[in-house]
């Protein structure tokens, strides 16, 4: 997902101190739950929601039927606790049988007859109608014409589906969707079919593999579908307001380069189809498994727009098309356990997102970019200076902020920089293989990262993911009275505990490059070089591989 502008800076949070760090990694995982309360995939897990939507004429209400199969998971279930919303509820059924249910705000329990033990199967049945709270959004889109469009992150699908509401509760889903034949439909999936008559049409999609409920989508509108002639890695296609139908297929030139690089930076694209959609979202666009929204005014024109040389579209698009694209990747298929992880969603799409300007655009670019995304977490930071892995953010929305998307980013070249590309880029297909369609934490990532490169990453991790804040360097270069020695010394400014990143220097002499390292024990390191000739330029990380802010003595 991409972040609207305006929700970039916002929040305040009191900072944290860096504790012992075996302890505090310990203990990282233990307090997830102390201090912000997430939902428990303990007592039962959906595996697959079938959901019916019947829109009326106008497109302002639904009627629904949503059957939800169950695996227990308690020993014994005598209720499964759903999220839902304040829809008017007309019946529930379990295996096909009526049953009682009660409502609490934004809750609907469905009560066994009998207890059910672990491992037993249920189907729970949900009958439903009215005009969703949130979640199912119904506006005008840029032609006027009213549409439908899902838009669930963070927790907001059960305004309009029950389900268990976490990303860690990922399931399978099919979409039936009758509405009236004027207008076209995309979901989640592969299509299946397209039935109907004169009057109403009826849609099928079906996705087989199991996804997070905040991508689950259905997009219900009059605007043009478009089939773009790249399928090399999927089939690829537009979903837009009849004005932007012409301008889609340039506008969207990025989306089948960055399906083909990152099928081969990281693993085959997860999905059946991608379909790029422009409607309703709150968001500078929303990732939703195999069915990305974009905002309405995605290809409005800007007086500051910088163009893509490679594409020729404003760079604005590039980037988000690539984000959205690798969190097909990183957030849909290889989602995060809990909300204290969104890291390595946004983190990685982000970061992705720049690999893509790397590899089409070149090294500038990319330099440009992570330049601009260090900036960004510079001023969030001097507002909130809260760990990336954030256990105590109540607001959902809040998590959206540079510590997760352009930190998080920076975190990632650091361990690149530091590892290498062939361990990096290994450590990150193995994380990827072995929870694709699952959840990962970010110990699973370090532990991937650590058995491809053979370094323990603990105390990395621990600094720069469960602590705060950023290096400050003051840097003195001291030349020997004999002109025979650089003495360098680097102080580290801040007000938390030292970095202990190695240090990248860079000296020419004689005309010729001289690169030494750093290795830092406290906040204060030197390193003294002897000089065989004439010293004429001191450079430190002059390649930028450390998120850092250099300050002038």
């Known amino acids: 997902?991409?972040?609207?502008?305006?929700?970039?800076?916002?929040?305040?949070?009191?900072?944290?101190?860096?504790?012992?760090?075996?302890?505090?990694?310990?203990?990282?995982?233990?307090?997830?739950?102390?201090?912000?309360?997430?939902?428990?995939?303990?007592?039962?897990?959906?595996?697959?929601?079938?959901?019916?939507?019947?829109?009326?004429?106008?497109?302002?209400?639904?009627?629904?039927?949503?059957?939800?199969?169950?695996?227990?998971?308690?020993?014994?279930?005598?209720?499964?606790?759903?999220?839902?919303?304040?829809?008017?509820?007309?019946?529930?059924?379990?295996?096909?049988?009526?049953?009682?249910?009660?409502?609490?705000?934004?809750?609907?329990?469905?009560?066994?007859?009998?207890?059910?033990?672990?491992?037993?199967?249920?189907?729970?049945?949900?009958?439903?109608?009215?005009?969703?709270?949130?979640?199912?959004?119904?506006?005008?889109?840029?032609?006027?014409?009213?549409?439908?469009?899902?838009?669930?992150?963070?927790?907001?699908?059960?305004?309009?589906?029950?389900?268990?509401?976490h990303p860690s509760a990922k399931a399978t889903v099919t979409f039936t969707v009758s509405a009236p034949q004027r207008y076209q439909v995309v979901a989640n999936g592969k299509f299946i079919t397209l039935t109907g008559n004169a009057a109403t049409s009826h849609w099928k999609f079906e996705e087989a593999k199991p996804i997070p409920p905040y991508c689950i989508i259905v997009a219900v509108n009059e605007g043009a579908i478009i089939n773009s002639p790249d399928h090399a890695t999927t089939n690829l296609l537009y979903n837009v307001p009849q004005r932007?139908?012409?301008?889609?297929?340039?506008?969207?030139?990025?989306?089948?380069?960055?399906?083909a690089f990152f099928s081969q930076t990281v693993a085959p694209y997860?999905?059946?189809?991608?379909?790029?959609?422009i409607g309703a979202t709150q968001f500078g666009g929303m990732e939703n498994s195999s069915a990305i929204v974009f905002p309405s005014g995605l290809f409005s024109g800007r007086t500051n727009d910088k163009m893509s040389a490679r594409f020729d579209v404003p760079k604005r698009l590039e980037e988000v098309v690539a984000h959205e694209i690798a969190h097909q990747w990183f957030g849909d298929s290889v989602t995060e356990s809990t909300w204290?992880?969104?890291?390595?969603?946004?983190?990685?799409?982000?970061?992705?997102?720049?690999?893509?300007?790397?590899?089409?655009?070149?090294?500038?670019?990319?330099?440009?970019?992570?330049?601009?995304?260090?900036?960004?977490?510079?001023?969030?930071?001097?507002?909130?200076?809260?760990?990336?892995?954030?256990?105590?953010?109540?607001?959902?929305m809040k998590l959206l902020n540079a510590n997760n998307y352009e930190k998080g980013a920076w975190v990632l070249h650091m361990l690149r920089s530091q590892l290498g590309d062939e361990a990096f880029f290994r450590g990150l297909r193995d994380y990827y293989n072995a929870h694709a369609s699952a959840n990962a934490s970010t110990e699973d990532l370090r532990s991937a990262l650590e058995k491809s490169s053979g370094k323990?990453?603990?105390?990395?991790?621990?600094?720069?993911?469960?602590?705060?804040?950023?290096?400050?360097?003051?840097?003195?270069?001291?030349?020997?009275?004999?002109?025979?020695?650089?003495?360098?010394?680097?102080?580290?400014?801040?007000?938390?505990?030292?970095?202990?990143?190695?240090?990248?220097?860079?000296?020419?002499?004689?005309?010729?490059?001289?690169?030494?390292?750093?290795?830092?024990?406290?906040k204060e390191a030197t390193l003294t070089i002897p000089l065989k000739g004439k010293l004429t330029s001191t450079e430190l990380d002059l390649n930028d591989t450390l998120l850092k802010e250099i300050v002038k003595n």
């Open 1 to 165: 997902m991409t972040m609207p502008r305006n929700k970039r800076l916002t929040g305040t949070r009191q900072a944290r101190r860096f504790a012992i760090v075996a302890l505090f990694i310990c203990l990282a995982a233990l307090s997830t739950f102390a201090q912000r309360r997430e939902r428990l995939v303990d007592s039962w897990k959906p595996t697959h929601y079938d959901v019916d939507l019947t829109f009326n004429d106008q497109l302002t209400e639904i009627e629904a039927r949503t059957d939800i199969s169950v695996e227990v998971l308690a020993q014994a279930l005598t209720k499964v606790d759903l999220d839902f919303g304040e829809m008017a509820i007309d019946s529930v059924l379990v295996s096909g049988t009526a049953t009682k249910f009660e409502r609490t705000p934004e809750m609907l329990n469905v009560m066994l007859a009998s207890a059910a033990k672990r491992g037993d199967k249920l189907k729970v049945t949900v009958n439903y109608h009215g005009h969703p709270k949130d979640g199912l959004i119904f506006a005008k889109d840029a032609d006027g014409k009213i549409a439908a469009t899902g838009d669930n992150w963070p927790n907001r699908v059960h305004y309009w589906i029950p389900t268990l509401d």
């Open 456 to 522: 323990n990453l603990k105390a990395f991790f621990a600094r720069w993911v469960y602590g705060t804040g950023h290096p400050r360097y003051q840097v003195l270069w001291e030349v020997s009275a004999d002109r025979t020695a650089l003495k360098v010394t680097v102080n580290q400014l801040q007000d938390s505990e030292a970095f202990l990143d190695p240090l990248p220097i860079e000296i020419t002499v004689d005309g010729e490059k001289v690169r030494r390292t750093i290795y830092p024990k406290s």
């Open 340 to 396: 204290a992880d969104l890291w390595l969603s946004e983190g990685f799409a982000t970061y992705f997102a720049g690999l893509f300007v790397e590899h089409y655009d070149g090294e500038d670019a990319f330099r440009e970019y992570m330049r601009n995304a260090a900036q960004r977490y510079f001023v969030y930071e001097k507002q909130t200076n809260t760990p990336i892995h954030d256990t105590a953010t109540t607001n959902l």
């Open 270 to 277: 997860p999905y059946e189809k991608l379909a790029l959609i």
């Open 244 to 259: 932007d139908g012409n301008y889609a297929p340039k506008g969207f030139s990025p989306a089948a380069p960055a399906l």
